[in-house]
């Protein structure tokens, strides 16, 4: 990742890709304090455009408050610095990473005397699992790692540290050979996946976890606006593994992950075992919505220019 032409915007400054550089005592990689976003511009008809980069910035705005560290910008300002840094490497397409981290001005637990250093860095990711993916489905495994509990992790604020867990849970799928986990929260009940929100399809119906364990997705946010404009009934409850095995149809949505149909769980064909039909209608609304050849909220897609 380090190796390749192109900048990142650091702390106010466009920085060449190679020299984006941080100490090895810098001290979130120490101890995981720092939060993150995972952005995605589209090619639109009017150009290239980030979509809910707002939300975006604020979810990191309240990931960094959660977690009490200043931001040194504004708002306004890492807005600019996304639309920069597509800018600026000349891609129709990207994922952006917006970071917030404390550098290695100090040592200790006390996370005093640090400054927060901001990097967005913005590359071509054009589909998180095998493209086919998008059209089969995946295969997932409930984990044997539990998703976080409201009181050891923070769930509201996208933490760097929390993928610890994340990464062990899905390397853990990946092993017994499934595309990816689905962790249960401290209760039992069905959370997320290790970077997505869950979706069950039953009798017409559109569930998804509370989201007490969750992340507050900005995709699943979109799935609400979406299922509204479709006329499909959504409702939040708290969904059991076994629940999801007798599903008509379940799928994940991400930023990174886009509309993703699950096609197996725990061994389990869910509905056909394949793409089922209200997710294909969510999963085409969604592209065409992030490429702006459907509006459901024209503030949603912000031009790079
Ligand atoms: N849950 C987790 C744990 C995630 O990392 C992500 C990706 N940010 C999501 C859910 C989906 O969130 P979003 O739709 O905002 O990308």
């Known amino acids: 990742m380090d190796d390749r032409d192109g900048l990142i915007w650091f702390d106010g400054e466009m920085v060449p890709w190679r020299d984006a550089r941080v100490h090895v005592l810098t001290h979130t990689l120490h101890y995981g304090m720092g939060c993150f976003e995972g952005v995605r511009a589209y090619a639109t008809d009017q150009g290239t455009a980030i979509f809910r980069l707002r939300e975006h910035t604020n979810r990191l705005f309240d990931s960094a408050k959660i977690l009490g560290m200043d931001m040194p910008f504004s708002k306004a300002q890492i807005n600019d610095a996304c639309r920069s840094a597509v800018r ?3 891609l129709k397409e990207a994922y952006l990473r917006p970071m917030v981290f404390f550098g290695s001005e100090g040592m200790g637990l006390r996370a005093d005397n640090l400054k927060t250093h901001v990097i967005v860095a913005a590359w071509e990711w054009p589909s998180y699992m095998a493209p086919e993916t998008r059209e089969l489905g995946i295969k997932v495994q409930t984990s044997s790692f539990t998703r976080h509990h409201v009181n050891i992790a923070v769930t509201k604020a996208k933490a760097n540290g ?3 867990n994340s990464m062990m849970a899905l390397a853990e ?11 249960l929260d401290p209760q039992g009940y069905a959370a997320e996946g290790s970077g997505e929100n869950l979706f069950v399809v039953k009798d017409n119906v559109i569930y998804t976890p509370v989201l007490t364990s969750c992340l507050n997705g900005i995709t699943r946010n979109t799935v609400f606006h979406m299922a ?3 006329g499909y009934e959504l409702r939040e409850k708290l969904i059991t593994r076994d629940e999801i095995y007798i ?3 379940a799928f994940f ?3 990174a ?3 993703l149909p699950i096609r197996e769980l725990d061994g389990r064909s869910i509905g056909e075992g394949r793409r089922g039909p209200i997710t294909e209608k969510v999963q085409s609304l969604y592209f065409d919505v992030v490429r702006g050849k459907q509006v459901l909220d024209a503030d949603w897609l912000t031009p790079i220019l």
């Open 88 to 90: 600026e490497n000349n």
């Open 247 to 249: 599903a008509d149809e």
């Open 253 to 255: 949505t991400g930023t």
């Open 173 to 183: 799928a990946q092993r017994g050979g499934y595309d990816e986990a689905l962790l």
């Open 162 to 164: 929390q993928y610890i």
């Open 228 to 230: 509204r404009h479709l």
């Open 257 to 259: 992950a886009e509309v």
